[in-house]
């Protein structure tokens, strides 16, 4: 079996930059076992897999261990092989996934528009188990499907050096998909907030530019700072800068890609 695959980097103006994603093209659904082992050798932070559904597409993302319910910038890699590649030229691509329908546009100036549902979440008071593993006190926690640890100096972000097996084990009985720890940025390059995002259970230790933590991200900072209209800055090596927009229960995530690889998968 011969399978196409693209590596896209997301979130990126160039290659080497915002977060490389590999997408595998298929004309129907293979094993997922199949589909688990394809993104193990990948061992990118996720491998996205679609194929034709009514007028749109199925998708699917999987980390180099498990299958994940939602990935932002897979989706958007998946987006973009449609428009560069394979000839999609409607004004709106659906995706059917196992977190409902999910909608990327072309938004002029080579960036792309991804609808997504927002992710809230109440606060709670800081575990000391999350503390230990982060090796800083967050000024407040957010739970939900990524947990929001929130800091009020982003120097401790950027200087942040977790212990991952002990993040690992706090984050794994909650079944959430990770940490996202961010700050408010108080400097002028542009910025409304600043994050990085650990998910070491489930197999990746830090993200480096995440668009399924931004659904928790801009609500949160759009209720603090009182704007609709903001701009994220993941601090991993490689950076990325996510443009958002508080929808109510639905966010728009903006950001652009970068050609890595195309080629072909024989197994």
């Known amino acids: 079996m011969n399978l196409p695959l693209y590596q896209v980097d997301a979130f990126a103006d160039a290659p080497f930059q915002g977060n490389p994603a590999a997408v595998v093209p298929l004309e129907r659904w ?51 092989v449609l428009y560069r590649y394979l000839g999609f030229s409607g004004d709106r691509i659906v995706f059917q996934t196992l977190s409902g329908p999910l909608r990327v546009s072309r938004a002029g100036d080579g960036l792309l528009e991804m609808d997504f549902p927002a992710r809230p979440g109440p606060e709670s008071p800081v575990p000391p188990e999350l503390e230990a593993a982060l090796g800083a006190r967050p000024r407040a926690i957010v739970e939900g499907a990524t947990m ?18 002990a993040l690992a084990r706090f984050c794994r009985p909650l079944d959430n998909i990770g940490v996202s720890v961010t700050a408010r940025h108080q400097g002028d390059r542009g910025w409304d907030f600043v994050s990085r995002f650990f998910a070491p259970a489930k197999g990746i230790d830090e993200d480096p530019v995440t668009g399924g933590a931004h659904c928790a991200l801009t609500p949160y900072w759009a209720s603090r700072l009182g704007k609709k ?5 993941q601090l991993s090596r490689r950076g990325g800068t996510v443009l958002c927009e508080d929808r109510g229960d639905r966010v728009g995530l903006k950001g652009r890609c970068a050609d890595y690889l195309v080629g072909e998968i024989s197994i």
Do not use: K
């Open 30 to 80: 293979i094993e997922p076992a199949l589909m688990q082992a394809i993104a193990a050798e990948n061992n990118l932070a996720e491998t996205a897999f679609f194929v034709p559904e009514g007028e749109g597409f199925g998708l699917r993302w999987f980390t180099p261990e498990v299958e994940v319910p939602l990935c932002g910038h897979a989706t958007l890699a998946s987006a973009h």
């Open 229 to 233: 209209n903001l701009v994220g800055r």
């Open 148 to 165: 929001l640890a929130v800091f009020d100096d982003e120097a401790e972000i950027a200087a942040m050096a977790p212990d991952f097996p």
